[in-house]
């Protein structure tokens, strides 16, 4: 064995360090820093992704702001490539509100800062870490900071400015703000030069949009990629979807540190009124029974509640009927709509169907699913079918094994509906799946946001909102398949009708004349039974 180095030796001697020497190591990890170390956990794992994942999270915001602001959305996306397969250039503009200036910093220079995390209501964002880290990425991988353009209206100039990320501290770092000229009265455009690949097909930036498309009928985007390929996505309605509404927490998911907290911060002075007005349907009644069950006074101070105290009131809520949580906080697309996206997204399929489920709730939080099938027509038969999953009107387009969403359509009995179905698998046919999940809060498997995971109730829906498109589906293929049968009859005989004309002839002694009138007659029969089907 060789003998050691003096740096082994040295860190041997450290071996036996004192917590006061470890205590000199020990200190706080910026958020910013435990990131971009972990980039992969954010969807920024390899070069492809990359650019997908930073087009998506700014047109997601885009798409996000535009709603909220109640103007139809008009998204422009370039990418230009500043080095074919190692860096790019995106750039997503919108025509939604804009920024106003002082948020711009930490908007884009400081991971989990948005508006959306406090909030219980449908969005694509929910945890504040969307832009910021698409920005943190292109800084890392390329030195170059985000480039943004903002105007709040057509009175006010339009601001130009660079941002950075200090990932030590977490905290923004502004260069170079001017006005500039700008042809959007209002709206924002977010550049971020990023190492990155691009491609085409599966999981590109292209199906990313066409799906974008398919779930936000109201949406128009123009797109420009790197190679040159143009294409412009029309928008089928001009109808906004429904704003969704801000709700409270429902009583049924509350878990022991939130309630603690909650009563710590709420600004109710009795606990009875903490119940009604801080949680959506509690009411007097329920209200008073839940103090009566967890042994409290409703006219207690909420800040006077020991753990214990809280420990039974959560028992208590448990025990309470409560009515499930106010559906207003999620807006779905709608069967109609879904229909239609479908129809003018897919239109090579023979049959269309979709199903829009009531809202139902998973740990509190009211969720609703919705499915829609494309089958038949031009569609590849012999592929297994096509799966697209959304939540939030968002397209998932990785991690499909880890995803909810799939695991409940292979574990669906598909041959019931007149499908092939290997064991453990996908149906195979000519059909497209389409599965979404609008909720509250959406919950993903990761802070990548690409898989839903397991709740049992959630699967339910998806299993109930599958059955109900199936069933309209076995009709359809068993309907068409004895259409088929009768055709493949029908042409049988077709093809002895001159055969029986030339026999009754034969037998009966007819004139030619006679003998072409039978076959005209018997051809005028047969193709009559072919148009009633
Ligand atoms: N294009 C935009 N227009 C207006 N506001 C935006 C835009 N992009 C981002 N924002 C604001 O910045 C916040 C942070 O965005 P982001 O980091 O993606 O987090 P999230 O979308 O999860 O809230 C959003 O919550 C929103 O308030
Ligand atoms: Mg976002």
Redesign the pocket.
């Known amino acids: 064995m060789a003998p050691p180095t003096a740096a082994r030796m040295k860190a041997r001697a450290r071996r036996g360090q004192s917590a006061e020497a470890l205590a000199t190591k020990q200190r706080e990890i910026s958020i910013s820093e435990f990131f971009s170390k972990n980039r992969h956990l954010l969807g920024f794992d390899n070069r492809r992704k990359a650019l997908l994942t930073a087009v998506k ?2 047109v ?3 798409l ?2 535009c709603e909220e602001a109640g103007v139809a959305p008009d998204v422009r996306i370039e990418i230009e490539a500043m080095r074919k397969d190692e860096r790019y250039r995106i750039a ?1 503009e ?1 025509n ?4 106003v200036p002082a ?1 711009v910093p930490k ?2 220079g400081q ?1 989990l ?5 406090h909030t219980l209501k449908q ?11 698409a920005g943190m990425y292109g800084q890392l991988t390329t030195g170059k900071p985000m480039v943004i353009v ?1 105007r709040t209206g057509p009175r006010r100039p339009a601001l130009r400015y660079q941002v950075a990320i200090d990932t030590a501290r977490n905290r923004p770092e502004v260069t170079g703000e001017k006005e500039v000229a700008w042809d959007r009265p209002h ?2 455009r ?1 550049e971020i030069e990023l190492e990155g690949r691009y491609h085409r097909g599966r999981q590109s930036v292209e199906e990313y949009l066409k799906q974008t498309s398919i779930a936000n009928p109201h949406v128009d985007i123009r797109y420009r990629g790197p190679d040159g390929t143009e294409m412009h996505l029309e928008r089928v309605t001009t109808e906004l979807p429904e704003a969704p509404l801000e709700i409270k927490p429902h009583p049924h998911g509350v878990e022991l540190g939130r309630l603690i907290k909650m009563l710590k911060e709420t600004r109710a002075r009795t606990l009875g009124s903490f119940l009604r007005t801080d949680f959506s349907r509690v009411g007097e009644k329920a209200a008073a029974a839940i103090c009566a069950a967890a042994g409290l006074e409703p006219a207690s101070r909420p800040g006077r509640i020991a753990r214990t105290e809280a420990d039974r009131l959560i028992e208590a809520i448990r025990t309470v009927k409560l009515m499930a949580p106010a559906p207003s906080g999620i807006v779905p697309i709608g069967e109609a709509l879904l229909l239609r996206s479908l129809k003018s997204e897919i239109p090579e399929a023979a049959f269309y169907t979709a199903c829009t489920r009531s809202p139902a709730v998973y740990r509190g939080n009211p969720f609703q699913i919705e499915v829609g099938l494309a089958y038949g027509g031009a569609l590849a038969a012999d592929d297994l079918a096509r799966v697209l999953r959304f939540a939030n009107r968002v397209p998932l387009l990785h991690q499909p094994g880890a995803c909810l969403i799939t695991r409940t359509l292979v574990a669906t009995d598909w041959k019931h509906y007149g499908l092939a179905q290997a064991r453990g698998a996908l149906p195979t046919g000519p059909l497209v799946v389409l599965v979404h999940l609008a909720s509250v809060w959406v919950p993903f498997t990761s802070e990548s946001k690409e898989a839903i995971a397991d709740y049992t109730e959630i699967q339910r829906e998806i299993r109930l909102a599958v059955q109900e498109c199936g069933r309209r589906l076995r009709l359809f293929v068993s309907r068409r398949r004895r259409a088929a049968d009768a055709e493949k009859k029908r042409s049988y005989i077709e093809k002895y009708i001159p055969h029986i004309g030339q026999a009754l002839q034969d037998i009966l002694a007819l004139s030619a004349a006679d003998r072409d009138r039978t076959i005209r007659d018997l051809s005028a029969i047969l193709e009559k039974s072919r148009k009633m089907d």
């Open positions: 999270e700014a997601d915001n885009a996000d702001a997503v919108d939604g509100p804009g920024i948020q908007i884009f991971l800062y948005g508006s959306r995390f969005a694509r964002g929910q945890q504040g870490i969307g832009i910021s880290a903002s709206g924002t977010v």
